[in-house]
Nanobody
Framework: VQLQASGGGLVEVGGSLRLSCVAS????????MHWYRQAPGKTREFVAA???????NYADSVKGRFIVSRDNAKNTVYLLMNSLKPEDTAVYYC???????????????WGPGTQVTVSS
């Protein structure tokens, strides 16, 4: 599966952006989908996840500000980011994988990422 994230850009503090991640190569309707981010000089960190059944999970740092969703008909996952802060500046990546029957990941797939810059 190939993943392509888009929607990043430059935004002021308190602003909003919506990221999209379009998958190709197979349907992602049965796959959990994740968003990660990596700021300069830092390790990649988890941001949000949406299960195949649309259950969501968020990092504490974005809880209440970000909303992850999916549109299986469009094979797309979204990340709506509100009340953006300078510390949200990072490259944002979408991620999924091949999982076994126990939910263990066998292989991961990453898109190339999209830059989000929040100016103060």
């Amino acid at each position: 599966v190939q993943l392509q994230a888009s929607g990043g850009g430059l935004v002021e503090v308190g602003g909003s952006l919506r990221l999209s991640c379009v998958a190709s190569g197979r349907s992602i309707s049965a796959d959990p989908m994740h968003w990660y981010r990596q700021a300069p000089g830092k390790t990649r960190e988890f941001v949000a996840a949406v299960s195949a059944g649309s259950t969501t999970n968020y990092a504490d740092s974005v809880k209440g500000r970000f909303i992850v969703s999916r549109d299986n008909a469009k094979n797309t996952v979204y990340l709506l980011m509100n009340s953006l802060k300078p510390e949200d500046t990072a490259v944002y990546y979408c991620n999924t994988g091949d999982y076994n029957d126990y939910g263990l990941v066998l292989r991961e797939y990453w898109g190339p990422g999209t830059q989000v810059t929040v100016s103060s």
